[in-house]
C-alpha cells in the first residue's frame, strides 16, 4: 500500500513541470509576510501579502529545527519573549550554515553589523505594523527592496539546500546501507525521523496526522509488521505523503445554481468519496486513467450500466484496452485522535474491476413500479443510498447522525462493488430492521440491499432472486412475503384506508413467527372479504382469485414456526416483488374499469 503511494507520488512529480523545484529537500510552504531590508541590511518595512505558497527548505520536524530564510516571528525576530530566545537562535544558526552565499549578505548584516538599524528596528515595528494578533502569526520571508525574488527563494540558495541535503544523505548512508523495504533500494537512507504529515484527514479533530508513526501500529494488520515502518527511506518517505495528501484533496470547483436559482462554488474531489464524517476513501489508477464505472457507483444511468454488463459480457474491443497492465487501486481511512486508521486496502487489475462493477450492477438491480411511467423499470441504487438504507432514523424521520454504522456499511459495499465480494450477514439483519421499523418499509434500495446479500451468500443451489416478480418453484418464505402482500392490498380495498395497513401491525409479527401470525391473519382477512363483497363484488373477486392462486403453492397449515435469516430475507423480497407487481396489475385493472 505504502508502496503503491509512493509509487504515486513519483508519478506525479515526473508530471509536474521542469522548471518546478521538485526535490526532497525542498517543500511548498505558506508565507504571509514579507520583510524588506536594503543590500546594507537596513530594515525599510513589512509587507503583508495575501497568504501564498512558497519553495523553501524541507523540515519534517519542527521542534529544534528552524527553516532556512522563512520561518514565524518567533524565530525571524526573536518576537515573544523568552520563549522565542532558542527558536531564534537555531534560526540564526541555520543562516550561518550558508553565510558563504553571497545572496544572504544583506541578512546577515540585518543581524549583525546593522543590527541597530536592522532587526532591532524591525522588531520595534513589528506590532505597530500589525496591531491585530492573528496578522502576526504567518510566515515571513525576506526580500530585497529592488528585487522580485525573495532570497530564500533564489535558485542559488535552493541549489545550496539541496547539495547539502544530498551530501547528509550521503553521510548517512555511508554507514549502514540499509535497504528500504517500499523501493527495494538503498540510494537514500532510512532514517528515524517523523514523515510528514496527512492533510484533510476526516474525523476526530481537524489537524494534520501521520500516517506512519513510530509509536503507533496503526496499520500492523495490513502489509506491515511491526517495526517495519522503520525501513521506508527518505525519499519514499516524501513521496507517499505527496501522493496520498494529493489523493485527499485533489479534485475541480465547479459552479452550481441553488433552488433559489443562486449560483454557488462547489468542489468536488475527483479521487476522494466521503463516507459518513469519519471516513474517507480514496482511489487512482497507476496510468491516471479515466474511471467513469466510479460515476456509476454514484449515479447510475441505466443506459450506461446496461452498455458495461453488456460489453463485459460479450468482450467487446470495449473492453479490450482494459487488459493492459494497469492496475486500481483503493485506500480506505478514517482519523483518529493523532493517527490515520487503514479501515481498507483494495487492489485489482482495470480488467477484474470493470467485471466487478458490472456483476454489482446485476445483483442490485430490481424492478421498480414507476408512477410517472405507469410500468416496471429496472431501478439501479446508488452505492451510497444502499448504505444509507441501513441507517438509523429520528423520530421525525431525519437519519440520525449518531448511527456511525453508516461508514461501514459503506466501506463494505465499495469493497463487494470493486471485488465481488460476499456481504456479511449482520447487514441483512440491520436492514430488515430497517424495513421493519421504517414507515417506508421495504424500498426498492431496501430490496436491491437484500437481493445482493442473499445472492451472494448463497451455498451450493439456494434460491437465486432476480429482479422481478417469480414464477414457479419459489421458497416457501418468499411465497408468504407474496401472500402476506395480497392480504395487504385486500385490507386497502375493503378499508380504503392507508393508515390502517396491516404492515405496521403485522410485518415484524408475520417475520418471525409465520405460522401464528397466518392463523391471525387469514381470520382478519374473512371479516374485509365479506364487506368487500358486498360494496365492490367484482373486485372482491379477483382479489379472491389472486390470493387463493398464491395460496395453492403452499401447505398453508403447515407453515414453519420460525423464519432463520435468509428465510426473512426472502420473505422481505417475496412481499417487495408482489406489490411491485399490483402496482402495475392494479393500474391495467383500473384502464380496463374493473375499479
Ligand atoms: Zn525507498
Known amino acids: ?107 546577515m548584516a540585518f543581524y549583525k553589523d546593522s543590527k541597530t538599524n536592522g532587526m532591532e528596528k524591525a522588531l520595534k515595528q513589528f506590532e505597530a505594523t500589525f496591531p491585530e494578533e492573528r496578522n502576526r502569526k504567518g510566515n515571513i520571508g525576506f526580500r530585497i527592496q529592488t528585487e522580485g525574488y525573495r532570497i530564500h527563494e533564489k535558485p542559488a540558495v535552493l541549489k545550496e539546500v539541496i547539495k547539502k541535503y544530498e551530501a547528509f544523505q550521503a553521510q548517512l548512508l555511508a554507514g549502514k546501507p540499509k535497504k528500504c523495504a517500499i523501493c527495494g533500494q538503498n540510494k537514500h537512507p532510512v532514517e528515524d525521523i517523523p514523515h510528514g504529515m496527512i492533510k484533510k484527514v476526516p474525523g476526530g479533530q481537524a489537524r494534520d496526522r501521520a500516517l506512519v508513526s513510530y509509536n503507533e501500529t496503526a496499520f500492523e494488520s495490513y502489509d506491515l509488521k511491526g517495526n517495519a515502518n522503520s525501513s521506508i527511506c527518505t525519499n519514499c518517505a516524501r513521496t507517499y505523503v505527496e501522493g496520498l495528501n494529493w489523493l485527499l484533496s485533489t479534485g475541480n470547483e465547479s459552479i452550481i445554481k441553488t433552488n433559489k436559482g443562486k449560483k454557488k462554488p462547489v468542489f468536488r474531489y475527483t479521487n476522494r468519496k466521503n463516507f459518513g464524517s469519519d471516513t474517507a476513501i480514496v482511489f487512482w489508477t497507476r496510468h491516471n486513467a479515466e474511471l467513469p464505472e466510479i460515476d456509476y457507483l454514484e449515479a447510475p444511468n441505466p443506459d450506461d450500466v446496461a452498455r458495461l454488463i453488456e460489453s463485459v459480457a460479450s468482450g467487446t474491443k470495449r473492453d479490450s484496452h482494459y487488459l493492459d497492465s494497469d492496475q486500481f487501486y483503493s485506500f480506505t481511512l478514517s482519523g483518529s485522535v493523532a493517527r490515520i486508521v487503514v479501515r481498507d486496502w483494495i487492489e485489482t487489475s482495470l480488467y477484474d474491476f470493470r467485471r466487478s462493477i458490472a456483476q454489482w450492477f446485476k445483483d442490485i438491480a430490481i424492478a421498480e413500479y414507476d408512477r410517472d411511467l405507469k410500468k416496471l423499470k429496472m431501478h439501479y441504487a446508488r452505492l451510497y443510498d444502499l448504505a444509507r438504507s441501513c441507517q438509523r432514523k429520528n423520530s421525525d424521520g431525519s437519519f440520525d447522525k449518531e448511527d456511525t454504522s453508516l461508514a461501514r456499511v459503506a466501506a463494505y459495499l465499495w469493497r463487494a462493488a470493486l471485488k465481488n465480494t460476499a456481504l456479511p450477514l449482520w447487514m441483512l439483519t440491520r436492514v430488515l430492521q430497517r424495513a421493519r421499523l421504517d414507515k417506508y418499509g421495504v424500498t426498492a434500495d431496501r430490496a436491491a440491499l437484500i437481493k445482493l446479500i442473499l445472492n451472494r451468500n448463497i451455498k451450493g443451489g439456494g434460491f437465486v432472486i432476480t429482479e422481478k416478480i417469480e414464477q414457479g418453484n419459489r421458497p416457501v418464505a418468499y411465497i408468504c412475503g407474496q401472500i402476506f402482500a395480497k392480504l395487504e392490498s385486500i385490507q386497502y380495498a375493503t378499508l380504503r384506508d392507508l393508515n390502517a395497513g396491516i404492515r405496521e401491525r403485522y410485518f415484524t409479527y408475520t417475520m418471525t413467527s409465520p405460522s401464528s401470525a397466518f392463523g391471525r391473519l387469514f381470520d382478519l382477512n374473512s371479516k374485509h372479504f365479506t364487506k368487500l363483497k358486498n360494496d365492490r363484488p367484482g373486485l372482491a373477486v379477483t382479489l379472491d382469485k389472486e390470493l387463493q392462486e398464491l395460496c395453492k403453492d403452499i401447505d398453508i397449515n403447515k407453515l414453519p414456526a420460525t423464519f432463520s435469516l435468509e428465510q426473512k430475507g426472502q420473505f422481505a423480497i417475496g412481499y417487495y416483488h408482489q406489490k411491485q407487481a399490483q402496482f402495475s396489475g392494479a393500474k391495467s385493472r383500473e384502464n380496463k374499469g374493473e375499479e
Open 1 to 107: 500500500m505504502i508502496k503503491e503511494l509512493s509509487e504515486l507520488g513519483k508519478y506525479r512529480r515526473k508530471q509536474q513541470d521542469e522548471n518546478e523545484w521538485v526535490h526532497d529537500a525542498l517543500k511548498s510552504e505558506p508565507i504571509s509576510i514579507e520583510l524588506i531590508i536594503d543590500k546594507n541590511g537596513s530594515f525599510q518595512r513589512f509587507e503583508p501579502i495575501e497568504k501564498k505558497q512558497t519553495i523553501s527548505e524541507a523540515i519534517t520536524a519542527k521542534k529544534g529545527k528552524a527553516r532556512l530564510l522563512l520561518d514565524k516571528a518567533e524565530e525571524v525576530l526573536c518576537y515573544g519573549g523568552e520563549d522565542s530566545k532558542k527558536k531564534h537562535m537555531l534560526f540564526v544558526q541555520k543562516l550561518d550554515e550558508y553565510r558563504h552565499l553571497s545572496e544572504l549578505y544583506p541578512v
